[in-house]
């Protein structure tokens, strides 16, 4: 199966949005977004605490990048909010998240929506963020995380797929 793109809408500055079809169950898929290990594998990161329930914490940590980048400082850092609602194999909302730089101001706050729906025999997963505020910083931001949102989601779907790097 083919990574579909959903293309960026001008009008939703400071979003993400991103769609791919994985050859695994929904429930596997959305839980890949819990489990630390598979987290540690397709979305790199060093450390997570993650509860899949209403009012659970979800927040998630990286390595610094060695090289800072011009607006933003070094990428890296800790990623975390509040689930708002989680219904398994079917969708997560993390509300009231923030970015955490290894060493700039925090940016936020925005949420964090993973929907899973059935596509034919795999699953649909799509997955967008978003937030509120405005500027140079947030801006850079978003064109930023959205390579990074893209590789990551696809190393999600080898990962699931059972496809070795």
Partial sequence: ???VSAAPDPSLPGAFDHSILISAAPTRVL??????AALSVWWQTVRSVTTPRPL???AVEWEPAPEPDDVLGRLGGVFYGQVLEY???R???VADAWWLPPDGEPLGPMS???NCVMDGPACRLRVRQSGVDQGARWERYYRVIGPGWRNSLGAL???LEG???
């Fill in 1 to 3: 199966m083919t990574a």
């Fill in 31 to 36: 839980g890949a977004f819990f489990d630390p």
């Fill in 56 to 58: 659970g914490i979800y």
């Fill in 87 to 89: 219904r398994p194999g």
């Fill in 91 to 93: 969708d997560l909302f």
């Fill in 112 to 114: 964090l929506q993973v």
């Fill in 157 to 159: 779907k080898m990962y």
């Fill in 163 to 165: 496809v070795s790097r």
